[in-house]
């Protein structure tokens, strides 16, 4: 069975890790579940749900999701031991980005993605934020040199989108490619 670890951060665009989350749940896999504190503050904000909602949502979908507290250094997946098939920082923000590329571990989060760095395994970044500056472009430009995958949250119309669940779609479905699991939920160009 396949393990991520899925953190939302405090950027706009909580519902894409959130819609991340159902589907690695539906399709079987086990997800490990961050969530910084703007990160609540954001999704509470952008979504109504609180975290409390999310928790109770995720777990009638399935049972193979572990939430671990955004302090928790103690949790398994801070450590290169635990083996995970990867991680997505969905959406992730500036600060968020910035530790990760000097590896700054202040919290679960930003140690996570750099034990996925160190032991080679999936890092994909999802960042939201508009628009860049250099400092930005710098610091994605060195997680991409490291192996990271950026993968901006950036709008297509080659599919047709005909609403803001499409776009969202979308993005969760580019994820997915680049994780390996098969999905359906955009039309790919063709």
């Given amino acids: ?3 991520y670890i899925i953190s939302i951060t405090g950027a706009s665009g909580s519902i894409l890790g959130l819609r991340l989350i159902e589907e690695l749940l539906k399709s ?3 997800v490990h579940f961050l969530i910084s504190k703007n ?3 954001v999704m509470k904000y952008e979504t109504g749900f609180t975290f409390d909602d999310v ?3 995720f777990k009638k ?3 193979k999701i572990n939430i671990y507290d955004v302090d928790d250094m103690f949790a398994p997946i801070a450590s290169g031991s635990y083996k995970s098939d990867g991680m997505v920082v969905i959406p992730c923000s500036m600060g968020t980005l910035s530790s990760i590329a000097c590896g700054i571990s202040i919290n679960l989060i930003h140690r996570s993605a750099d034990v996925c760095l160190k032991e080679k395994r999936k890092l994909i970044i999802v960042p939201r934020e508009t628009p860049f500056n250099l400092i930005h472009l710098k610091n994605m430009a060195l997680l991409s040199e490291m192996g990271a995958y950026i993968l901006p ?3 297509t119309f080659y599919n047709k989108p005909s609403s803001v669940d499409d776009m969202v779609n979308f993005i969760v479905g580019r994820v997915l490619d680049v994780l390996g699991i098969e999905n359906d939920l955009y039309n790919r160009w063709n």
Avoid: F, L, N, T
Wanted: one cysteine or more; charged letters at 30%; hydrophobic letters at 35%.
């Fill in 55 to 57: 928790v109770q949502h």
């Fill in 28 to 30: 079987d896999c086990k």
């Fill in 1 to 3: 069975m396949r393990e």
């Fill in 61 to 63: 979908i399935s049972e």
């Fill in 39 to 41: 990160g609540c503050s």
């Fill in 153 to 155: 949250a950036v709008m």
